[in-house]
């Protein structure tokens, strides 16, 4: 208590001595600012990709008064403190390359794994020729492709899959690069190798909808069913088995040059009058009203109607 007293009796004084004007301020006269610390230099002082690291979907969330935060490039290329210090020395920073790079860095964060898709075992992410850092390019990614893709896709996959010439070539072919539909629209590019376990026994590289049907109906729908009566086709094979889905130089991308033809691949052979035996004895198929099949049976992919697909 005597040392309560005291203090009141001294701040008294101090006010009676310097007026209470005086003696408030001095009381709140705030301490001296600490001396300010020197900045860490931004990436993107000396490293032009890192200026234009602005729009890249890696940096949303981590610009700051337009500037990408040091932390962001450390992410994949470790601490630069020691790269600094050393005047840019490149040995003092991690650059990613090839299949250890991206699975030590690219995997950090795109390791999702389903049945049929993983970054990780997929088809494309196995070896040292084919990996993320083969298809991605972080920092000079094509402009108009999504996903960070290094050039269009017909040019990315066209390098190792000669398929991709059919689409340029073949007068009746999907408009890739024309329509907003390219290779990924039909193909998982991480899709796993496949196991024979998935709907349709459709390839891990395909698409599937959410029904688990074939990618194709996402577009031609009329096309999906179920039918009351389905083309035995669609029960024991899938689209492919009558189109060239890369093109084809006959129309409606079919695989052979008549309709004919392309039925007698089945309907010949079979015996089993269920999935379509052979054709009856009165189609004399020297006649050419019976070369054009769907002339008849105009619901080949199925119908609601008829069990002979008439209608």
């Known amino acids: 208590m005597s040392m309560k007293l005291c203090a009141a009796s001294g701040l008294a004084a101090l006010v009676l001595f310097l007026g209470p004007s005086r003696a408030v301020a001095q009381e709140q006269t705030p301490p001296p600012a600490p001396a300010e610390q020197p900045s860490t230099p931004s990436c993107g002082d000396c490293h032009d990709q890192a200026k234009a690291f602005l729009t890249n979907p890696h940096a949303r969330g981590a610009v700051v008064k337009g500037v990408v935060a040091n932390d962001v490039c450390e992410t994949c290329h470790g601490s630069g403190a020691e790269h600094i210090e050393g ?4 040995t003092k920073i991690t650059v990613p390359r090839g299949h250890t790079g ?7 964060c795109h390791d999702t794994t389903a049945p049929n898709f993983s970054p990780r075992t997929g088809m494309h992410a196995t070896s040292e020729t084919v990996n993320c850092l083969t298809c991605h390019s972080i920092h000079s990614a094509d402009k108009k492709s999504t996903h960070l893709v290094a050039k269009p896709q017909l040019a990315l996959c066209g390098s190792c899959h000669t398929q991709a010439a059919s689409f340029r070539n073949k007068p009746y072919a999907h408009r890739l690069d024309r329509g907003g539909m390219e290779c990924s629209t039909c193909h998982e590019p991480h899709g796993r190798p496949s196991s024979g376990t998935r709907a349709l026994t459709l390839p891990n590289h395909l698409r599937v909808t959410r029904a688990g049907e ?56 079979l015996g089993d009058a269920t999935l379509g035996s052979q054709p009856p004895s009165f189609h004399n198929l020297n006649n050419p009203r019976y070369q054009n099949c769907t002339t ?16």
């Open 87 to 90: 005047g840019g020395d490149k």
């Open 296 to 311: 008849c049976h105009v619901a080949v992919h199925g119908s609601n109607r008829d069990p002979q697909l008439f209608k």
């Open 214 to 269: 074939p990618v194709c109906t996402s577009c031609h729908a009329e096309k999906r069913g179920p039918w009351v009566f389905p083309h035995g086709g669609n029960e024991v094979a899938d689209c492919t088995s009558c189109h060239d889905s890369h093109g084809s130089v006959y129309p409606k991308m079919l695989k052979r040059a008549t309709v004919a033809q392309v039925c007698l691949e089945c309907h010949s052979p």
């Open 102 to 108: 991206a699975e030590d860095v690219c995997l950090m």
